[in-house]
C-alpha cells in the first residue's frame, strides 16, 4: 500500500511520521485539559507566528496561496468558537450548538471549492503556487460530492453539550464513529488530491491524532480534538517548511490509479453513512436537524457514559 500510494519511506522518515503524530496528540491533550494552555496556545502562538511570517524569520510556501491562510483562520475560530461553548455560559444556550455544525461545514465546502478549483485549474502535474505538485483529474469531482455528504450527514447538533469533568470537553454524541471515519476517508482523499506533497503529513499524520484522541483519550471530542489539531498544524505549516528536512520526504506517487482509489473509497463510505441517516430518520420518524438520530446506539451511550452525561 505504500508503494501505492507514497514513495520514499525509511525507518528514519517512518519515526518522524510517529514523532510528529505523537507532539500533535500530545499538544492537543495538554491544551484540552486546561484553559489557560488553551489560550496560550491559540491566542497568544498564532500573533507570535504570525509577526514571525510577516517580519522574515518564518515563513513556508504554504503562505503563499489562499488556501493556506483562509485554512489557519477557520480552523481558529472553530477552536475558538468552542472555547466560548465549553468555559462560559454560551454553553449552556441552545442556539450555540449551531456554530459547530455552522464551522465544520465551511471548512468542508472551503475543501470541496479547492477539489473544484484544482480540477478545472490543473489538467496536467503542475507545481501550484505554494510549491505542492498537484494533478486534476475525475476524482476531484468525486470527492467533491463526498465532501458534500459529509455536510448532508451532519445530525444532532441540538444535542452537543460540555461534559462534567474537568476539562470541560464539547460533547457531540450524535457525531458516532460512521460519521467520524467517513469524514476521516474523505479529507484524507482530499489531501491527497489537493494538497498532494504534504498528504502524508497534513492529512495521515493529523487525522491519525484527532481519531487516536477520540477513542484512546477522550470519546465524543472528535470535532474538538480535529480543531486544535488541525489549527496547530495550519500554523505549523505556514511558519516552518518542515519538508526540506531529508526525514520528512515521503512524498506521493501521484499514480492516477491512487487518487481515484481514494476518492472512490471515500465516495463510497460516505454515500453509505448518508443512506443509514436516511434509514434511521425513516425508522425512528425522527428530524436530524431538530433530534438526535442515534440515541438507540450503543457509540451514543458510551460516549454519555464517558462523559457523565
Known sequence: MMGFLYEGLTIESFLALVAFIAVFLFLNEISRRSKTVSLLMFVLLPVLLALGIFFGPLGSPTGKTWFGWVKVVSALIGVYGFLLIRFTKLGTKKFAAIFPAAILSINIAEAVFRELEIFATYKT??????????????????????????????????????????????????????????????????????????????????????????????????????????????????????????????????????????????????LGVFFFMVYTMRQKKANPIRQELYRHTDAYKKTLTANGL
Open 125 to 270: 502535474l503542475t507545481v501550484d503556487a505554494g510549491g505542492i505538485v498537484v494533478q486534476g483529474g475525475p476524482w476531484n469531482i468525486l470527492n467533491a460530492i463526498a465532501g458534500v455528504f459529509t455536510i448532508i450527514t451532519l445530525t444532532g447538533f441540538v444535542g452537543i453539550r460540555v461534559s462534567k469533568d474537568k476539562s470541560r470537553d464539547m460533547i457531540w454524541p450524535d457525531m458516532t464513529w460512521p460519521y467520524v471515519i467517513g469524514y476521516t476517508l474523505w479529507n484524507y482523499a482530499y489531501v491527497y488530491n489537493c494538497i498532494s506533497t504534504r498528504s502524508l503529513y497534513a492529512g495521515f499524520g493529523i487525522l491519525t491524532a484527532a481519531i487516536i484522541a477520540e477513542y484512546f483519550f477522550k470519546r465524543g471530542a472528535w470535532l474538538q480534538h480535529r480543531a486544535q489539531i488541525l489549527s496547530l498544524y495550519a500554523m505549523f505549516s505556514l511558519s516552518v517548511d518542515f519538508q526540506t528536512a531529508s526525514f520528512f520526504q515521503v512524498l506521493p506517487t501521484y499514480s492516477p490509479g491512487a487518487l481515484m482509489s481514494l476518492s472512490i473509497v471515500s465516495f463510497v463510505f460516505n
